[in-house]
Nanobody, 122 residues
Framework: QVQLVESGGGSVQAGTSLRLSCTAS????????VAWVRQAPGKEREFVAAINWSGGSTNYADSVKGRFTISRNNAKKTVSLQMNSLKPEDTAVYYC???????????????WGRGTQVTVSS
């Protein structure tokens, strides 16, 4: 079991940056793949980025590639999402999610946090 809590959301202007954090508890976190998934109002959940257990492998949605960076610190049991050059279309609730095994560029993860709101205004 992995418990996840997101933080760092907020309201920002387009073109600025925001850093989200996901703090985990549970013995299996260090061996888990972790992803960030977002859901905009009226839309389905959308994969954003993922990182494998060691941090040596990452995957990004095309819409955020080059602007967002995912990283993890297993000693602190945290996964971060650095979001630069934010756009209004990045507005969504951002969820942290985890699973055992390899990363996947989908929303097929087993454990989920409650989400943190990111609002980007133009």
């Amino acid at each position: 079991q992995v418990q996840l809590v997101e933080s760092g959301g907020g309201s920002v202007q387009a073109g600025t940056s925001l850093r989200l954090s996901c703090t985990a508890s549970g013995r299996t976190f260090r061996s888990s793949a972790v992803a960030w998934v977002r859901q905009a109002p009226g839309k389905e959940r959308e994969f954003v980025a993922a990182i494998n257990w060691s941090g040596g492998s990452t995957n990004y949605a095309d819409s955020v590639k080059g602007r967002f960076t995912i990283s993890r610190n297993n000693a602190k049991k945290t996964v971060s999402l650095q979001m630069n050059s934010l756009k209004p279309e990045d507005t969504a609730v951002y969820y942290c999610a985890a699973k055992s095994g390899d990363i996947t560029a989908t929303i097929q993860y087993d454990f989920w946090g409650r989400g943190t709101q990111v609002t980007v205004s133009s």
